[in-house]
């Protein structure tokens, strides 16, 4: 099993309430990657937003410049919204992204839990669904030859027109990033892709129906088993303690989601809540090393088997000598255990 780090580049105050700024947050999620890569960890992985709290809507860009300065870690988008993109764009910008990066490259393309894209370049929310899939179809296409020939609703034609630069690996993986919705998993099953699934509440077994779903379309489709993979996309955290870690935490998760909660009005901030979501039952990926590498393990059990755990950090990063520290331990006393558990 791989494991890794997502990061949102979220803007939260630090533990004396001081905001960092942009250029500081900047640089200390490049040096995040950088320890993630100098730890062993698998894959780092970089979001996008659109809003003036996270700094991270060019992902591709971010990654390029971790890619000078780190060896082996896989660099991935966290997700891309890709229906809000235009396709041969996002190619050619993870293409140039994996020749920089001798080959580490991949995308995990989604749709996006927020919604602020789709008025910023002019998309009708009407049209959320087919917008995604004409453009996943399309990206596809890029990804399989140099000179397409393609037409659809949502982009002018293509006729056969190269698309440079082609990429080092023969194939960037391509990702289907999803959240609870059936029909998504379906289509990444049919469609043979690895699945990324964003779990950041309740527990991670609520989700085995939905994965049961995705392995069911593909094994119909005509897939080997090996090739539908299945990644986790967690809210997590390490300290030396389960209270370290958790205190760390909940300064930044609790200053964002009751943001989020005043305008979605369905999230319960309160400590105790959290508190029980780092519990044995809950989703959170949070507390020592031992502590996590069995929550790990034991997500992986109830998911069927995971080829990927991602840890969702960014909320802490108001915290970056935090921050530091949590992804150390993951390389260093997590990613042991679950490697040899699952050797």
């Known amino acids: 099993m791989e494991l890794g780090v997502d990061s949102f580049a979220s803007l939260v105050p630090d533990e004396t309430g001081r905001m960092p700024a942009p250029t500081e947050l900047m640089s200390n999620l490049i040096r995040e990657i950088e320890l993630a890569d100098e730890v062993g960890l698998d894959a780092f992985g970089i979001g996008e937003h659109h809003r003036a709290d996270f700094i991270d809507s060019a992902p591709a860009i971010i990654l390029a410049a971790a890619a000078a300065r780190t060896r082996a870690i896989r660099l991935h988008s966290a997700v891309t919204v890709l229906s809000a993109a235009d396709p ?58 140099t000179h397409v020939t393609w037409s659809g609703r949502f982009r002018p034609s293509l006729t056969d027109q190269g698309v440079f630069p082609r990429p080092h690996q023969a194939e960037i993986p391509i990702w289907v990033g999803v959240g609870g919705t059936p029909a998504s998993f379906v289509r990444a099953g049919t469609l043979g892709l690895p699945l990324m699934v964003a779990i950041i509440g309740g527990s991670f077994a609520r989700f085995r129906s939905l994965v049961d779903l995705y392995r069911e379309a593909g094994r119909r489709a005509g897939h080997p088993p090996e090739r539908l993979r299945v990644g986790v996309h967690a809210m997590g955290f390490l300290g030396e303690t389960a209270g370290e870690a958790r205190d760390a935490f909940y300064l930044g998760w609790v200053y964002m989601f009751t943001k989020l909660a005043k305008e979605r009005g369905r999230f319960d901030v309160s400590r105790e809540h959290f508190d029980a979501l780092c519990g044995p039952g809950g989703a959170f990926l949070i507390g020592d090393p031992e502590t996590v590498a069995d929550k790990v393990l034991a997500a992986s059990e109830a998911l069927g088997g995971l080829s990927r755990v991602n840890f969702q950090m960014s909320v802490a990063s108001g915290q970056h000598t935090a921050m530091l520290r949590s992804i150390a331990l993951l390389g260093s006393g997590v990613a042991p255990l679950v490697r040899g558990a699952t050797a």
Request: glycine share 8%.
């Open 88 to 145: 041969v764009r996002v190619f050619q910008d993870f293409a140039t992204l994996d020749l920089i990066s001798q080959g580490r490259a991949e995308i995990v393309a989604g749709r996006g839990s927020f919604v602020d894209a789709y008025p910023l370049f002019g998309l009708n929310l009407d049209h959320y669904d087919e917008l995604y899939a004409e453009k996943l179809g399309l990206l596809l296409e890029l990804r399989a030859r």
